[in-house]
């Protein structure tokens, strides 16, 4: 159990004060916000020793600010090495350390300690599982855009796929981390794609204006891919921006097919559209996720029973 705070010097000179004036104990807790006990110890102690001053430390001074020091250091070195850790389970690994007539700690404090030292409880925030390569295409992806104007983004079609489910099925993870890390690689939950049920949709969107929604039945192979490249991104691209359009996809390996490149090929050939080189595992590059998480909020109000609700 953790131990309590000792009252200020200030507080208890107040409380002597106040009862002094004929106050009851239970007056003086409420007037200045501390617990019955510690105002009857506080009125106890002063009849006893006459004296506001703290109790002089048994022990050398020093020792116990040591100690402290040196748990409060294991406690945070603990919780970088793995950001996992609960607190009980942090608390476990420092009561292992101490012997059986060792003070023991308890999960409160290690929690109270970790906050004092700036790691907070966090849910981890989900992003792709990138590797080095990974890395350095995005790092040459962003620094041949940086420069880019507004109206050079206005000029892309945004797409991707996403699936809507009736009920989230994420389940959340907490790790410990300090103010700023919230991306850091030891912070994070790697995600993959797929997986889950409900509705699947290809969509997409130029500048502040959303392109055609279309709903896809079944596993969506190159063909239906193609279809929709024809039906709706092309048609979408043409309406929002205009000839030239750039286009903008991922990596998906039915965007990429023989069949799909072909025709995307021939059109950009035609002045039709331009299409964006895309980085591998970006999803978070694209913009649409934000219109993605948006219309999930929005689905999710309405409260939809089915499927067919749902769209």
Not at 180 to 198: A, F, I, N, Q
């Amino acid at each position: 159990m953790a131990r309590q705070k000792q009252l200020s010097k200030e507080k208890r000179v107040a409380i002597i004060t106040l009862r002094n004036e004929g106050q009851s104990v239970r007056k003086i807790g409420k007037t200045l916000k501390v617990s019955l006990s510690a105002v009857a110890k506080t009125i106890k102690r002063y009849k006893k020793t006459g004296s506001h001053e703290d109790r002089p430390r048994k022990g050398r001074v020093s020792e116990p600010i040591i100690w402290f020091a040196a748990e409060d250091k294991f406690i945070r070195v603990t919780s970088l090495r793995n950001r996992r850790l609960s607190a009980a389970q942090i608390r476990d690994q420092v009561n292992a350390t101490q012997s059986s007539s060792s003070r023991h700690i308890s999960a409160t404090t290690v929690k109270r300690r970790l906050c004092e030292s700036g790691l907070h409880g966090r849910i981890a925030a989900r992003k792709p599982l990138l590797r080095t390569g990974n890395k350095q295409k995005r790092l040459v992806w962003a620094k041949e855009h940086k420069e880019w104007t507004l109206d050079q983004w206005k000029s892309v079609l945004w797409s991707d796929e996403s699936k809507f489910v009736i009920f989230g099925s994420n389940h959340r993870v907490f790790v410990r981390r300090r103010k700023g890390e919230r991306m850091d690689s030891t912070c994070l939950v790697p995600t993959v794609k797929h997986g889950g049920g409900g509705v699947m949709v290809w969509g997409c969107f130029a500048g502040d204006t959303v392109g055609d929604l279309f709903k896809i039945e079944g596993i969506l192979n190159q063909h239906g891919y193609h279809s929709i490249l024809q039906r709706h991104a092309i048609p979408s691209g043409l309406r929002l921006v205009g000839p030239s359009f750039i286009f903008q996809q991922d990596n998906d390996p039915k965007h990429t097919s023989r069949l799909c490149k072909g025709y995307l090929t021939k059109k950009e050939s035609d002045g039709v559209l331009r299409q964006m080189t895309w980085p591998p595992q970006s999803p978070d590059l694209n913009p649409i996720e934000m219109v993605w998480g948006e219309l999930d909020r929005r689905m999710k109000a309405k409260g939809p029973t089915s499927a067919k609700h749902l769209w």
